[in-house]
């Protein structure tokens, strides 16, 4: 009889404990969806990609390629589908994609990559030629 009470008791304890849990997994998501950011954040729309499909999977190629993704651990099927997820756009056939871009052959064949580090350079240098205001 003894055992039984001493199990039941440790029941009862792991039940009391999963309540304090969820009660505290309730509480926060309640403070959190009370946060004026998150409120903002919800009712905003989700960024949506308006560029070529060819450009996207050229940015994510290079991403992956760079490894600055999970350490570059991450497959390129996931990186494609989180990716193509995340900004609206369909991303199942960018293998095909890429051999279209490997195939280009007149001038350089990233041209997105390049337009990329071309209109950067150029904020950069715009931002040189302006006075500091302190």
Known sequence: MKMATFFLNK??????????????????????????????????????????????????????????????????KDLFQTMGTFLGIDLKDFSRTFTDIKNRTKGDRTLFLNKLKHALTTKMEKADEKPSIR
């Open 11 to 76: 029941a009862i304890i792991l039940v009391d404990r999963q309540i304090e849990r969820t009660e505290q997994l309730i509480l926060s998501k309640q403070s959190v969806q009370k946060c004026p950011f998150y409120a903002k954040a919800k009712s905003e729309k989700t960024p949506k990609w308006t560029g070529g499909i060819a450009d996207c999977v050229e940015l994510v190629y290079a991403l992956h390629t760079v490894g600055c993704i999970d350490n570059g651990t991450v497959s390129l």
